[in-house]
T-cell receptor, first 111, second 114 residues
Framework: GNSVTQMEGPVTLSEEAFLTINCTYTATGYPSLFWYVQYPGEGLQLLLKATKADDKGSNKGFEATYRKETTSFHLEKGSVQVSDSAVYFCALRGTGNQFYFGTGTSLTVIP | DTGVSQDPRHKITKRGQNVTFRCDPI?????LYWYRQTLGQGPEFLTYFQNEAQLEKSRLLSDRFSAERPKGSFSTLEIQRTEQGDSAMYLC????????????FGPGTRLTVT
């Protein structure tokens, strides 16, 4: 079956620190992979995506590479800002139209 | 483009009552999804519409749950005989069929069953 496992939080970092949030997946076939972000008081927003192996998604300084050999899609950012404080969800879309989300990782960036 | 809207934003009901939620997707989006999210968890897929057709339903969607999208625009999710375990955030998302990967989420309806 399809599932997503992501790093548990909460994560607290100082501004300008390097961020990694781990995400691994189990899927049949060749899923598309996503990172969604939920800022305080707002709905989920697509942050980035990758639709095939070795694709790199990037947006707002965040990056994630679709690694088929390790079934991973880790989220990284070189220098986080206070405004990046949010909950981050890794997700996959399988062969149908069902999306499977991880449990979310809460990030707090302190000045 | 006003985004996906959901109504109500909050609903408190007593166990055994029926509730209905509404979702208005982005106007040109032909795909509409319902999810349930409980505290500390990610969204769980419930059901999906393409236009007015309900194409997929999760095993999570018991027979107390029903969803409709009668004219391929707004959708309703009804829960009959609510139980305390139904307490959750109910999220709606929509997407354009030509790029069904990108879903736009609404703010959610928070249901509390007492």
């Amino acid at each position: 079956g399809n599932s997503v496992t992501q790093m548990e939080g909460p994560v607290t970092l100082s501004e300008e620190a390097f961020l990694t949030i781990n995400c691994t997946y189990t899927a049949t076939g060749y899923p598309s992979l996503f990172w969604y972000v939920q800022y305080p008081g707002e709905g989920l927003q697509l942050l980035l995506k990758a639709t095939k192996a070795d694709d790199k998604g990037s947006n707002k300084g965040f990056e994630a590479t679709y690694r088929k050999e390790t079934t991973s899609f880790h989220l990284e950012k070189g220098s986080v800002q206070v405004s990046d404080s949010a909950v981050y969800f890794c997700a996959l879309r399988g062969t149908g139209n069902q999306f499977y989300f991880g449990t979310g990782t809460s990030l707090t960036v302190i000045p | 483009d006003t985004g996906v809207s959901q109504d109500p934003r909050h609903k408190i009901t007593k166990r055994g009552q029926n509730v209905t939620f509404r979702c208005d997707p982005i106007s040109e989006h032909n795909r509409l999804y319902w999810y349930r999210q409980t505290l500390g968890q990610g969204p769980e897929f419930l059901t999906y519409f393409q236009n007015e057709a309900q194409l997929e339903k999760s095993r999570l969607l018991s027979d107390r749950f029903s969803a409709e999208r009668p004219k391929g625009s707004f959708s309703t999710l009804e829960i009959q005989r609510t139980e305390q375990g139904d307490s959750a955030m109910y999220l709606c998302a929509s997407s354009l069929g030509s790029d069904s990967n990108e879903q736009y989420f609404g703010p959610g309806t928070r249901l509390t069953v007492t």
